[in-house]
């Protein structure tokens, strides 16, 4: 658990740092390609473990 806070600290402050660096494009880039590739990576492990599932 804690490290779900520790790793969204550090996303939020990468994008904040582009930010106030006038780095628009790069921020939003980093965001969405954060949330989409962690998406796509959390389906992916949802899937890979429903194919493995064994009936008891």
Do not use: K, N, P, Q
Not at 34 to 46: K, P
Request: hydrophobic residues 50%; contains cysteine; negative net charge.
């Amino acid at each position: 658990m804690l490290g779900g806070f520790t790793t969204y600290s550090t996303f939020s402050l990468d994008t904040v740092t582009l930010l106030e660096g006038g780095h628009l494009a790069e921020s939003l880039l980093y965001t969405g390609g954060t949330l989409v590739l962690g998406g796509a990576a959390a389906a992916l492990g949802i899937a890979v473990a429903g194919c493995r599932r064994v009936a008891a």
